[in-house]
């Protein structure tokens, strides 16, 4: 019977592995069929879709570590059909796998501080898809030598007062992180706090609860305030990947440590424009940034970025 942890560490080191099955979107930590009376934790496999039966070349049903680790217990498998998972950029939406184009519009998340310096939040994918490293960041470090082009939306649906067109991407290929910030300019503007956003959680010492309620702060032209609850059978640490085209060839990038949360409420259904919409809790704070979302007519998933890797890069930059 695998704890946590030992079903934690067995995601590590098999993700890669197991996103190379076919169908397979992402993969998880969680409980068999959804069952959160059981002890136990396995890894859950989120697929386009399910076949009638497994073979040779399916997920296994059991996960086994590596030869000579005694630490490390068997951990199962229990495969869900999500659907596709498309990012939520502006229209089109891409579709896992198929690349992305620069200079779409998106969503503020936030706007972050630095050093008497303002930055709008959001994410990677909005800003560029350029992973070569001649434009990320390292950990939050900021060099003006370093943009480039970019377009976003604030919650309201209007564009940011004060962008400059110009954007650091968080994320390359070594350290993969869907997020972006753009500089706001302080001549232009006096840039303003999301009024829905009162701090940052830590989800390290309070993680996610079953039926625990979260809103997305969507655009006003995207349908504003999007409720949900997180359902039973919660998924922690969820990871994923896509294909990106860049200077340097397709690049596969592969995020893990995501949030994970339905994508379709009585509020509606999450969708192109959103990705960079702050996910937050009850009390306002940040619990992540939207991603994008599977679309499969019964189960459809959504994916953020979560509070902690925010943090874990840029552990310097604080809410306005």
């Given at each position: 019977?695998?704890?946590?942890?030992?079903?934690?560490?067995?995601?590590?080191?098999?993700?890669?592995?197991?996103?190379?099955?076919?169908?397979?979107?992402?993969?998880?930590?969680?409980?068999?069929?959804?069952?959160?009376?059981?002890?136990d934790w396995?890894?859950?496999v989120h697929v386009s879709?399910?076949?009638?039966?497994?073979t040779k070349t399916s997920v296994p049903k059991m996960l086994f570590p590596?030869?000579?680790?005694?630490?490390?217990?068997p951990v199962p498998t229990d495969v869900e059909q999500v659907g596709i998972i498309k990012l939520h950029r502006a229209l089109p939406a891409v579709q896992s796998g198929t690349g992305l184009n620069m200079e779409e519009y998106g969503t503020c998340a936030a706007i972050l501080k630095n050093n008497g310096l303002r930055y709008a939040l959001t994410c990677g994918h909005v800003a560029s898809n350029d992973l070569s490293g001649l434009h990320n960041l390292s950990y939050g470090y900021l060099d003006s030598s370093q943009l480039i082009d970019c377009s976003l939306l604030d919650s309201g649906g209007q564009e940011v007062p004060g962008v400059v067109?110009?954007?650091?991407?968080?994320?390359?290929?070594?350290?993969?992180?869907?997020?972006?910030?753009?500089?706001?300019?302080p001549n232009a503007c006096a840039p303003q706090r999301n009024p829905n956003v009162s701090g940052i959680r830590s989800l390290k010492s309070n993680p996610l609860q079953p039926d625990e309620q979260i809103t997305i702060i969507r655009r006003v032209d995207r349908g504003g305030l999007y409720?949900?609850?997180?359902?039973?059978?919660l998924d922690h640490y969820v990871s994923t990947s896509f294909d990106y085209p860049t200077s340097m060839g397709t690049q596969s990038v592969m995020y893990d440590g995501l949030i994970c949360y339905p994508a379709t409420s009585e509020d509606g259904a999450l969708g192109p424009g959103d990705?960079?919409?702050?996910?937050?809790?009850?009390?306002?704070?940040?619990?992540?940034?939207?991603?994008g979302a599977?679309?499969?007519?019964?189960?459809?998933?959504?994916?953020?970025?979560?509070?902690?890797?925010?943090?874990?890069?840029?552990?310097?930059?604080?809410?306005?």
């Open positions: 019977m695998a704890t946590y942890s030992q079903a934690r560490a067995m995601l590590r080191i098999r993700a890669k592995k197991l996103l190379g099955y076919k169908n397979v979107v992402a993969v998880g930590l969680g409980r068999k069929n959804g069952d959160r009376s059981r002890r396995c890894i859950r879709a399910k076949t009638k039966r497994r590596p030869h000579g680790s005694k630490w490390l217990a067109g110009q954007c650091f991407r968080c994320s390359s290929k070594q350290s993969p992180i869907d997020l972006a910030l753009v500089q706001l300019d409720k949900t609850g997180l359902p039973q059978a990705s960079g919409s702050a996910v937050v809790d009850a009390q306002g704070l940040l619990l992540g940034v939207h991603m599977s679309n499969d007519a019964n189960r459809p998933f959504a994916y953020g970025v979560s509070s902690d890797q925010l943090m874990s890069w840029a552990p310097t930059l604080t809410l306005v």
